[in-house]
């Protein structure tokens, strides 16, 4: 994570999702034809232009895993933002001209069921899912986005169980 001065211009808005099920698990996804490890992370994307924060999260909610905002409940937004920058390799796949992202992180509490969870309802993003521990999210993570998980992790640690 990056606590230096940030231009903003250079870094794409986005939100970040922390869904809680009632008994404190986050749900993590696996990315859809990832490489090597770490393929793991929850999910996330990107504010559009005169969205809200919290509209964008809800939105992408809905696309990335099939969760409708009447099965959630808002429960912490961060305040700042949370800046990580794209390795060398990842930023040549990418289109234009953002050197990284700058993310706003939600807690949502999960009020619906496991099988309301629809990772093929839009275009799927993830291949897989499980509710893990919020504490062993950031190890799951690209090393690049790690310092951002290990935040949320703190930020969020008592909206989670930790057994």
Known sequence: MN???????????????ALFSDAGYVFVGRRINGRGAFQWQLPQGGIDEGEAAADAALRELEEEIGVSGKLVEILEETTDWLNYEFPA??????????????????ALRFKGSDSDIRLDKHTPEFDAWR?????????????????????????????????
């Not at 234009?96 to 706003?104: A, E, S, V």
């Not at 799951?140 to 951002?148: S, T």
């Open 3 to 17: 606590t230096k001065t940030l231009d903003p211009k250079l870094y794409r808005p986005n939100v970040g999702l």
């Open 89 to 106: 390799e990842v930023k040549r796949r990418l289109p234009g001209p953002y050197i990284g992202q700058r993310q706003k992180w939600f």
């Open 131 to 163: 509710w893990a521990r919020l504490s062993e999210i950031p190890g799951l993570i690209v090393p690049f986005k790690r310092p951002v998980y290990s935040e949320v992790a703190k930020r969020f640690a008592h909206w989670a169980t930790e057994d």
